[in-house]
């Protein structure tokens, strides 16, 4: 294995820029490259455990990998409860894109699941929400809709209907 090279303290503001440019470049491998650099040197850097937290779920649905990190151990370093809460919403809301794309059987009812637990995940960062930060209601309502746009539902009690999808 080749070993990596590491980055300094000060070239960390202009690395956490270029993590969040790739990112949002639809390069969630490279942001999440930079992401690890700056945490390797700065593990409680909390603005580049938010950008990985989101190339991590850039990534869903996709079957590539750089490493195996998990969103639960992102979401866990980080400080503020108001972050661990919008955060845990924001990646099962992910999950619940993915699935719904995925188009896979039962797809709407798994959706469901992860759409009402990012739901949850937002009511509590709203009740906590710093003044004037509505993103977590922002965020609930987009989840509302996607429900409501795509049928998204919880699954019958009955039997049958898991053939109907």
């Known amino acids: 294995m080749l070993p990596l090279k590491t980055l300094s303290m ?3 503001p202009t690395a956490l820029a270029k993590a969040d440019r790739y990112r949002l470049l ?7 490259s930079i992401c690890m650099d700056i945490l390797s040197v700065d593990p409680e850097n909390q603005e580049a455990l938010v950008i990985l937290l989101l190339a991590l779920t850039d990534q869903f649905g996709h079957s590539y990998k750089l490493a195996e990190i998990e969103p639960k151990s992102v979401i866990a370093r980080l400080k503020s409860d108001y972050d661990k809460a919008y955060y845990a919403g924001i990646v099962d809301e992910r999950r ?3 699935t719904l794309d995925s188009s896979a059987p039962h797809s ?5 699941d992860f759409l009402t637990s990012a739901m949850e995940h937002y009511e509590r960062a ?13 965020r609930w ?15 019958n009690e009955d039997p049958r209907d898991s053939f109907l999808e």
């Open 10 to 12: 000060e070239a960390i």
């Open 26 to 32: 639809n390069e969630p491998l490279f942001s999440e």
């Open 96 to 98: 619940a894109k993915a």
């Open 108 to 112: 709407a009812f798994v959706a469901y």
């Open 126 to 138: 709203a009740e906590i929400r710093p003044a004037g930060n509505d993103d977590a209601l922002l």
């Open 141 to 155: 309502n987009t989840c509302t809709r996607l429900m409501n746009s795509h049928g998204v539902k919880p699954r």
